[in-house]
Nanobody, 116 residues
Framework: QVQLVESGGGLVQPGGSLRLSCAASGFTFRNYAMSWYRQAPGKERELVAGITRAGDTTNYADSVKGRFTISRDNAKKTVYLQMNSLKLEDTAVYLC?????????WGQGTQVTVSS
């Protein structure tokens, strides 16, 4: 069964940090690029960061550049999102995605709330 399971979300104050994890199963993780998206209430889902299958190239939304870092551990079949200097506007459900040919796999998401 192809599956992505996110964890690590929570409540954090502005300026704080969180590290999200996305554990993959049911497919050959190392063969596919991975990405993190987020969706805030009333807003469209947006791409936050992406990483190639080898982890040698990454890309970020302008809104998170310099604050967020995506990484992966192919041995653990896990992709991470380190989020620093969090802002109120980073509040959202964060989801990871795998594109396996024509098949798009989403995790269930993890809630990140930035609030004072």
């Amino acid at each position: 069964q192809v599956q992505l399971v996110e964890s690590g979300g929570g409540l954090v104050q502005p300026g704080g940090s969180l590290r999200l994890s996305c554990a993959a199963s049911g497919f050959t993780f190392r063969n596919y690029a991975m990405s993190w998206y987020r969706q805030a209430p009333g807003k469209e889902r947006e791409l936050v960061a992406g990483i190639t299958r080898a982890g040698d190239t990454t890309n970020y939304a302008d809104s998170v550049k310099g604050r967020f870092t995506i990484s992966r551990d192919n041995a653990k079949k896990t992709v991470y999102l380190q989020m620093n200097s969090l802002k109120l506007e980073d509040t959202a459900v964060y989801l990871c995605k795998a594109q396996i040919g024509q098949l798009t796999i989403w995790g269930q998401g993890t809630q990140v709330t930035v609030s004072s």
